[in-house]
């Protein structure tokens, strides 16, 4: 930069992604979670040359060309056991099998010991279970842009998948180099990023319940449908934790947007400025708009395609799955988050404030049974509504640590 340390993202701005701590080419820049538990960037005054690298390669200041979505299907894998243990339609798991039959390299998202969420590579069909399913917490990327560049350079083709942002981060670490049609990337659809210092609090608060320590966690566990999904746990000691959304207190968190990184809240990586080659997502209309392909149990995915190779990719695995065409302007519509920001909640900023006085399931069940309350008593008849509003507390809970 040769003029002081580096602009880097502001901080409402920085997505997380650890395209900067990638790049920089003397290690000057570490990660350090706010208040809120979401990492940034930290730059060593001492290490850092003014080179500006970071800066150049930061997908918030300078965003890649974007590919908007040119083709879209509707989408079930026919492996139906596979389709069970996704979150939807067990697209993913084909297109990465494929990859690994051909002799390349998975990245995707997995637990770590601690139930940390990470970006981690996998060369065998054994290995891509981990990859399986949403998980509703922000991904480190662990090092994972310089290992995928790693094996590109090596001859390897590599199947890269994450968050929107995460793949502009790649994109921006490797340049417009194609590598000859080996790096495929496979986006999501993505709602937000949720703090990990929430998880993390959640998950020993359930361990706390349960009386050990957790050995599997689930977001979207199809045990009652696809459409009612559960958050579910398995604990050393046998026991078991399973709730539907609708009242799980972290996912009608996340749902509520009261945890979400403040930069989700302004997404620059959604349609037309996607990156990746193929993007991933529920189809959660599909009972309306292709009532033949509605499974309730197992699910259906939105696939769409943005470039030559996601086309090819996905071509590849064609007899495995069960496909239709789709329009693409109301297949955009029937997952707003393809192209809309998740909208700041109301709750948010007195959430943060409430967060360490309170333990936090007594917090978020607070939280969440205020917002539903105000939203149902809207509905009854005036003198009901106002009886009902006399019995919602208005205080926050009781008990401090």
């Not at 200041?61 to 083709?71: H, R």
């Not at 090819?312 to 239709?324: F, K, Q, T, Y």
Request: charge should be positive; glycine fraction near 8%.
């Amino acid at each position: 930069m040769g003029n002081g340390l580096p602009k880097l993202a502001e901080t409402d701005r920085c997505n997380g992604c650890q395209a900067c701590v990638s790049a920089c080419p003397a290690g000057a820049l570490t990660l350090a979670p706010d208040a809120e538990g979401f990492a940034h960037p930290k730059v060593d005054e001492g290490k850092c040359l003014g080179c500006g690298k970071c800066v150049r390669t930061c997908p918030v200041l300078s965003p890649p060309v974007g590919q908007p979505a040119k083709n879209v299907w509707s989408a079930v894998s026919k492996r139906r056991d596979e389709v069970m243990r996704s979150s939807s339609g067990a697209i993913f798991q084909l297109l990465a099998t494929q990859v690994l039959s051909e002799g390349g390299v998975v990245f995707g998202a997995r637990f770590d010991g601690d139930f940390n969420v990470v970006l981690d590579a996998c060369e065998a069909p054994a290995d891509l279970a981990a990859f399986q399913g949403s998980k509703y917490v922000q991904a480190s990327a662990n090092g994972a842009y310089g290992r995928a560049e790693a094996f590109l350079k090596a001859g390897r083709k590599v199947l890269f998948s994450g968050t929107p942002c995460q793949i502009a981060a790649l994109r921006k670490l490797l340049g417009h180099n194609d590598w000859n049609g080996r790096l495929v990337t496979v986006g999501v659809i993505c709602h937000g990023a949720p703090s990990p210092l929430i998880w993390q609090e959640f998950r020993r608060e359930r361990e706390k319940v349960a009386g050990a320590s957790v050995t599997s966690a689930n977001f979207r566990d199809k045990c009652l449908s696809w459409r009612d999904f559960s958050m579910s746990m398995t604990f050393a000691n046998g026991k078991t934790y399973s709730c539907i959304h609708k009242h799980d207190p972290y996912i009608r968190g996340f749902l509520q947007h009261l945890f979400l990184r403040p930069s989700c809240h302004q997404c620059q990586f959604r349609d037309p400025n996607w990156t990746q080659d193929i993007t991933l997502a529920d189809f959660w209309m599909v009972k309306k708009m292709l009532p033949q392909m509605f499974e309730p149990k197992g699910g259906v995915s939105l696939v769409f395609t943005h470039s030559e190779l996601g086309e090819a990719l996905l071509e590849s695995v064609s007899g495995e799955m069960e496909r239709m065409v789709l329009p693409l302007a109301p297949a955009m519509a029937s997952n707003p988050a393809s192209q809309v920001s998740a909208a700041v909640s109301p709750y948010r900023r007195a959430f943060w404030e409430d967060h360490g006085s309170f333990p936090l399931l007594q917090l978020l069940r607070w939280y969440n049974y205020r917002r539903w309350w105000k939203t149902v008593v809207n509905h009854f008849p005036e003198w009901r509504r106002r009886h009902v509003c006399r019995q919602i507390p208005d205080s926050r809970p009781k008990g401090k640590h």
